[in-house]
C-alpha cells in the first residue's frame, strides 16, 4: 500500500514540506530531506506526488547540493507555475566552517545564505547541474536582513508581479522580507514586516488570501512559551498586504497554528478547486521503527470566518473514513478515526492519550505516550471553545489530530506506544473505506 494520510519519509530523515503545489493535474509535495540517516543534515529536496491528497507515491529526490552557494544543504523553499513550467526557489547555504567529524553540520553558527532558483517541465525532472541560479546573493546590509539567517522563500503571483517573501532577522528581531518579481529571475528588495514579542528570528513564512483576509504564518525562532523544547512554534497572524507599495501590516492578535505545539514551518497552496490547504511538519523525538524520523500532518483546509482562522481535514481525506468498525483492532495500518461529543468534565483515553474538557478547553495529556522526553511538553490546552462539542480524532501510530467543531482549534501530537484501548462514554470509530 502506498504511504497513505500521513506523508513520512521513505528512509531517514524529514522536516518542512517544501514546493506544494498543484501542478499539471497532480500534487507535488517537496521536503527537506536527509536521506542517510535519520539526523538532520547535508539537506536535499525530496518528493512526493498525489492525486487525491490521501496516497503519497515517493519519487526520486528532486534537490541536491551541487553549487557553491549550496553545497551545505538546499532549505527550505516554495514553487509556482507560469507558462507550463514548474519554477522552485529555495535557500542555498554555504557553511564557512564544516564539522570535521560530521561533514554535514556546521561550525561557529557562520554560513551564507541565497535564494536559488530551478526550473523542470514535468515537476520529476531537475537539471541540478545546469538549471540552477542565485537570483538574490547572501545579504550583506544588515539593516534589511542578516546574511545568515535569512531563509525560506515563499513566492506567490499577485495582479501585475510575482511577489516573495522571505523569513529573516535583524537587530536580534524576527521579521518578514518582500520582494517583487516580474520576470521570476530579477528581483527587487521592497520592504520588511516585524512585530514585537515574537522571537529573534522567523523561518518559513507563508503568505495567501483566503475568504478576504490576508494571512501570514510565520516559525519564529526564540518565542518565549514556557523554555520547554520546542519553545518554536508556529503562529498565524492576519495580515494586510498592499501590492501597490508592497507592504505589509500585522495584526496585533495572533493565532497557533495548532495547539499541540509539535506542528512547524507549514506551508500551503490551493487544492484543484481554489482551496487554501496546508500541511506542516511533525516534530519527532525519536524515529519510528528505528530508521526513520518526521512526518507531515494531514492536509486542512484555511479557513477565515469573524477574523478566526480555521484548519480542518481536507474532505478528500475525511471523505474516505467511513468505514464503521467496532474495535480498533480492525483499523488498517493508517490509524482511524473517532468522533465523538465531548461535554464539560468528560474525557477520553485514547490508548493513553488523555484529552478532558474543562470550562470550554480541551486539555490534552501525552506523558503516558512520550515516555523519556522529559525535556518537551506533554500538556497542551486550547483557548475556550465557542462552537460546540463536536471532536473528529485521528489516530495514527505516531500522530494523533484532534480537530475541534470542525477546525476552530485543532491539537495535533506526537506519540509513542499507544495501546489499541479506548476509553470514553460515547464514541464512533472508522476507519479507510477502500
Ligand atoms: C525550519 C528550517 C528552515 C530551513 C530548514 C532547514 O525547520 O530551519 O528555516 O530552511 O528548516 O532544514
Redesign the pocket.
Known amino acids: 500500500m502506498k504511504n497513505a494520510v500521513h506523508l513520512k519519509s521513505p528512509q531517514g530523515w524529514i522536516?518542512?514540506p517544501n514546493g506544494f503545489i498543484y501542478y499539471k493535474g497532480e500534487y507535488h509535495l517537496f521536503y527537506?530531506h536527509f536521506p542517510y540517516a535519520p539526523v538532520?543534515g547535508r539537506?536535499h529536496w525530496g518528493h512526493a506526488v498525489s492525486n487525491d491528497l490521501l496516497h503519497w507515491e515517493h519519487k526520486s529526490i528532486a534537490l541536491f547540493p551541487s553549487k557553491k552557494d549550496d553545497r551545505s544543504?538546499c532549505?527550505?523553499g516554495s514553487a509556482v507555475e507560469h507558462d507550463g513550467k514548474l519554477y522552485l526557489f529555495y535557500?542555498g547555504v554555504n557553511y564557512t566552517e564544516e564539522d570535521p567529524e560530521n561533514i554535514n553540520l556546521y561550525l561557529n553558527n557562520d554560513f551564507t545564505a541565497a535564494q536559488l532558483m530551478i526550473t523542470s517541465d514535468d515537476g520529476v525532472r531537475f537539471d541540478n547541474i545546469n538549471d540552477k541560479r542565485t537570483v538574490i546573493p547572501p545579504l550583506t546590509d544588515k539593516n534589511i536582513g542578516c546574511g545568515i539567517n535569512t531563509?525560506?522563500p515563499k513566492v506567490w503571483r499577485g495582479n501585475d508581479a510575482w511577489y516573495m517573501v522571505l523569513?529573516s532577522t535583524s537587530d536580534n528581531k524576527g521579521r518578514v522580507l518582500l520582494y517583487k518579481s516580474t520576470d521570476l529571475t530579477r528581483w527587487e528588495y521592497m520592504s520588511f514586516a516585524e512585530k514585537d514579542g515574537f522571537g529573534w528570528g522567523w523561518?518559513?513564512p507563508d503568505y495567501f488570501k483566503v475568504d478576504e483576509s490576508g494571512v501570514l504564518i510565520i516559525?519564529p525562532m526564540g518565542f518565549i512559551n514556557g523554555g520547554k523544547k520546542y519553545n518554536e512554534i508556529t503562529v498565524c497572524v492576519l495580515a494586510d498586504f498592499s501590492e501597490k507599495d508592497c507592504t505589509m501590516r500585522l495584526s496585533d492578535n495572533y493565532q497557533l497554528l495548532d495547539c499541540g505545539q509539535d506542528l512547524?514551518?507549514p506551508q500551503s497552496t490551493t487544492d484543484e478547486d481554489g482551496r487554501r490547504i496546508l500541511v506542516a511538519?511533525a516534530r519527532m523525538p525519536e524515529p519510528m521503527d528505528g530508521f526513520r524520523i518526521g512526518m507531515f500532518c494531514m492536509p486542512r483546509i484555511v479557513e477565515v470566518k469573524n477574523k478566526h482562522i480555521y484548519f480542518r481535514p481536507h474532505p478528500n481525506v475525511e471523505g474516505r473514513f467511513t468505514k464503521k468498525i467496532s474495535d480498533t483492532s480492525e483499523a488498517d495500518e493508517n490509524g482511524y478515526k473517532i468522533v465523538l461529543e465531548l461535554k464539560n468534565g468528560d474525557s477520553i483515553d485514547i490508548g493513553g492519550y488523555v484529552l478532558e474538557r474543562r470550562d470550554n478547553k480541551i486539555y490534552a495529556d501525552r506523558s503516558a505516550v512520550f515516555a523519556g522526553h522529559d525535556e518537551i511538553k506533554c500538556r497542551f490546552k486550547t483557548p475556550e471553545i465557542c462552537d460546540g462539542e463536536r471532536l473528529d480524532i485521528y489516530v495514527d501510530k505516531n500522530l494523533i489530530e484532534v480537530y475541534i467543531n470542525n477546525g476552530e482549534y485543532v491539537l495535533t501530537n506526537v506519540v509513542y506506544g499507544l495501546s489499541g484501548d479506548i476509553r470514553a462514554k460515547d464514541y464512533e470509530l472508522y476507519t479507510i473505506a477502500y
Do not use: L, P, V
Open positions: 522536516n518542512d527537506q538532520w539537506m544543504g532549505f527550505s535557500t531563509r525560506d523569513g523561518e518559513c516559525s512547524y514551518a511538519w
